[in-house]
Antibody, heavy 119, light 107 residues
Framework: QVTLRESGPALVKPTQTLTLTCTFS??????????VSWVRQPPGKALEWLAL???????YYSTSLKTRLTISKDTSKNQVVLTMTNMDPVDTATYYC???????????WGQGTLVTVSS | AIQLTQSPSSLSASVGDRVTITCRAS??????LAWYQQKPGKAPKLLIY???SLESGVPSRFSGSGSGTDFTLTISSLQPEDFATYYC?????????FGGGTKVEIK
């Protein structure tokens, strides 16, 4: 079955760079149509899409955050990594990784990881 | 980026009620819309994709309709387990975008 799990620091300081890893199983990112995306949700607020990487290594980013985000994949390890630079307290959120087919809708989600930005 | 506006932002309803949530896109997105349900502390769950296709395992009381810019999610008879927040998401264009959510509460 398909599973995804996020890992990374629970606490980062302002101005630091956040690195999150999504480790998945049950599918391969080398299969045509497969994509992995990151979505975040500040406490009590709405979902916000961040970035996507597809089987062909094409990458797409949120317009408002694209200067701070980098997404990459390691197909051999079944991992996708998201880095976000210059973290700020407003970036405090639960970060989810998720599978998307053909750049469309999310059919599987990770459990999410809460990242708090505080000095 | 395409903006999705959901309405209402919250509603109160009783078990057995028919509930309708709308999602309006700032430009046409054909049928490239999905609906998700999220309960507190949990990841969202896919309900509807391609505007009107029911995800496997989702109860048939959930239905979706619309195309272009106007979409609806309908729960035909609200059940206790349906009290949650619902989000729409468009996948017609990058960047992908979500609506602001609709919280369905118990009256």
């Amino acid at each position: 079955q398909v599973t995804l799990r996020e890992s990374g620091p629970a606490l980062v300081k302002p101005t630091q760079t956040l690195t999150l890893t999504c480790t998945f199983s049950g599918f391969s990112l080398s299969t045509s149509g497969m994509c992995v995306s990151w979505v975040r949700q500040p406490p009590g607020k709405a979902l916000e899409w961040l970035a996507l990487i597809d089987w062909d290594d094409d990458k797409y980013y949120s317009t408002s955050l694209k200067t701070r985000l980098t997404i990459s994949k390691d197909t051999s390890k079944n991992q996708v990594v998201l880095t976000m630079t210059n973290m700020d307290p407003v970036d405090t959120a639960t970060y989810y990784c998720a599978r998307i087919l053909d750049g469309g809708y999310i059919d599987y989600w990770g459990q999410g990881t809460l990242v708090t930005v505080s000095s | 980026a395409i903006q999705l506006t959901q309405s209402p932002s919250s509603l109160s309803a009783s078990v057995g009620d028919r509930v309708t949530i709308t999602c309006r896109a700032s430009q046409g997105i054909s049928s490239a819309l999905a609906w998700y349900q999220q309960k507190p502390g949990k990841a969202p769950k896919l309900l509807i994709y391609d505007a009107s296709s029911l995800e496997s395992g989702v109860p048939s009381r959930f239905s979706g309709s619309g195309s272009g810019t106007d979409f609806t999610l309908t729960i035909s008879s609200l059940q206790p387990e349906d009290f949650a927040t619902y989000y729409c998401q468009q996948f017609n264009n990058y960047p992908l975008t979500f609506g602001g959510g609709t919280k369905v509460e118990i009256k």
